[in-house]
């Protein structure tokens, strides 16, 4: 928890939505098979989508496309996400989005640097931090059972 809030530490409340929007999306995203999702393809998926909106800032259209195919799958599910998030909000919205996405892209590269052999550090401490509580399942799936015990 403390290696996110170290990255958290002077958001606003946009910024600070914009990442834990992201870090749930991290936490449940579900990569092919036989290609698991790693620290390095998560900072070059916010890297690159940073890298996007900047230009865009800018005036210039220019998608900006990561190394691995990994990180492209991942930034393609990010983009949608992102675009309903940001829906009408403006030019503000896509400089809080691009904040929060090198932020995203610092947390990999010093979680990776921290414990070198593990190439998941930054993806399991989301983990742990963004788990499913029981009350989140039991909201997304309506029991079919009765609620009401008669005895």
Not at 27 to 36: G, V
Request: charged share 25%; net charge negative; hydrophobic share 45%.
């Amino acid at each position: 928890m403390g290696l996110l809030a170290q990255f958290m530490r002077d958001f606003n409340q946009r910024q600070s939505q914009l990442f834990f929007l992201m870090a749930t999306f991290l936490a449940r995203y579900e990569p092919l098979e036989l290609q698991p999702l790693i620290d390095d393809d998560v900072r070059e998926a916010a890297a690159a989508l940073a890298a996007t909106l900047e230009t865009a800032s800018r005036g210039v259209i220019y998608e900006h496309r990561p190394a691995s195919l990994s990180a492209e799958r991942l930034m393609s599910a990010l983009k949608p996400l992102l675009a309903e998030a940001g829906k009408g909000a403006g030019s503000s919205f896509e400089r809080d989005a691009g904040v929060v996405l090198r932020r995203v892209e610092e947390a990999a590269r010093e979680a990776r640097a921290l414990e070198p052999d593990n190439r998941r550090v930054l993806l399991d401490v989301i983990g742990r931090v963004m788990t499913r509580t029981p009350a989140d399942e039991g909201a997304a799936q309506p029991t079919s059972e009765p609620r009401l015990i008669v005895p």
